[in-house]
């Protein structure tokens, strides 16, 4: 076999797995209701957690745990939000600039959505 035939089937197979592939329908939102599930967790959790245990630092690693979890879960839940819209916004901007600013608007709001929905729980 040929050189140059070899590098031809490696390219072709390349081409092959690189190829972009469209997720399950409902993953979007299966995603989110788990990212959500999480945030609520996290936050029961410390709400549940006394003030009074924090003088001994053993009890730290539950609650920091919620912590962690809770704030990683919230950002995946603000980036799932925000990702959604990402076509919209390519319409609507201008200029990459433009699409920059856009972007990190819905950001801060799909943030504040989601401050505003845990103070409702509080």
């Known amino acids: 076999m040929s050189a140059e035939r ?16 469209e997720p ?3 993953l979007g939102a299966r995603i989110e209701t788990d990212l959500a599930s999480l945030v609520e967790a996290a936050g029961e959790e410390l709400e ?6 924090m003088r001994d630092p053993r009890n730290w690693v ?3 745990a919620s912590v962690a979890v809770g704030g990683v879960a919230a950002v995946g839940l603000v980036l799932v939000r ?4 990402r076509h919209k916004r390519r319409e609507d901007a201008s200029d ?3 699409l920059a600013h856009r972007t ?3 950001l801060a709001h799909e943030a504040g959505k989601l ?8």
């Open 115 to 122: 401050i505003d929905e845990a103070a409702k729980r509080l």
């Open 24 to 26: 399950p329908e409902g």
């Open 82 to 85: 925000t990702q959604r819209k």
């Open 62 to 64: 539950k609650p920091a």
């Open 96 to 98: 990459p600039l433009d």
């Open 104 to 106: 990190l608007r819905d």
């Open 6 to 21: 070899i590098a031809g089937d490696f390219e072709a197979l390349l081409r092959q797995a690189f190829q972009p592939i």
């Open 48 to 53: 549940a957690w006394e003030l009074s245990a």
